[in-house]
């Protein structure tokens, strides 16, 4: 029998979302997102660079206003207000302590209890290379949900009003080959649809596919492959550490 996935702890209120790049949290995650405003829960994103480096057409100067509107846009679809850009350089993230601080600092300045990012392992179900981008900001999210709550740790985050934040009490890893957790996606699939689809300019790129059936083809795969280990139901699937 397949090993059944556990639905995702719901006694929160405030979740940070922490990615590398436009786009990052809208291949898979946006249904559970859409879900969890619907109830009324206060979701932020965190976004480590604006994509410039992502189309090979467009320069990074032209890329990055263009990504960060498209990004407002999709986050806007599952009812994200809150969107904040890191300004890291696109494909060059440095998963370090500078990185460390900036998540840090948004964990102190948003307190939640739920902070969500992408695959840090090095593959993707060990099939194909994940980018170095993904695994430096997945990394450095895990370890900040420690930094933000040590008083010793950037103590000149506190110089600057931003105090220490110990109330992360889960991370949640999308896109990995180890999940533990899920959300049931069925309420809010359509919404991720849309929200997919803003980064119309970016997927134009990527397939000479209808943009929409792309995006549907997509989210429908990713969702229903956890569909066996959650009773059926298509779902958004977490790999959940517990602090």
Known sequence: MTEQLEPMPSDWQRALAVVAHPDDLEYGCSAAVAGWTDGGREVTYLLAT?????????????CAPLREREQRASAAAVGVRAVEFLDHRDGVIENGTALRRDIAAA?????????ITL?????????????????????????AAGDAGNRWIFPELAEQGLHPWDGVRWVA??????????VDATAGFERSVQSLLAHRTYIEVLTDEDPEAYCRTFLSGATGASAE???????????????
Do not use: K, Q, S, Y
């Not at 080959?177 to 899920?182: E, G, I, N």
């Open 50 to 62: 604006r994509g410039e480096a992502g189309i090979d057409t467009i320069a990074p100067h032209e």
């Open 229 to 243: 280990r959650f009773g059926g139901r298509p779902a958004v699937a977490f790999e959940v550490f517990a602090r």
């Open 173 to 182: 890893v999308a896109g990995t080959d180890r999940p533990t957790h899920a």
């Open 107 to 115: 964990i102190r300045r948003h307190r939640p209890e739920l902070l």
């Open 119 to 143: 695959n840090h392992r090095d593959t993707w179900g060990g099939v194909a290379w994940n980018t170095p981008d993904h695994r430096a900001v997945g990394r450095a999210a895990l370890d």
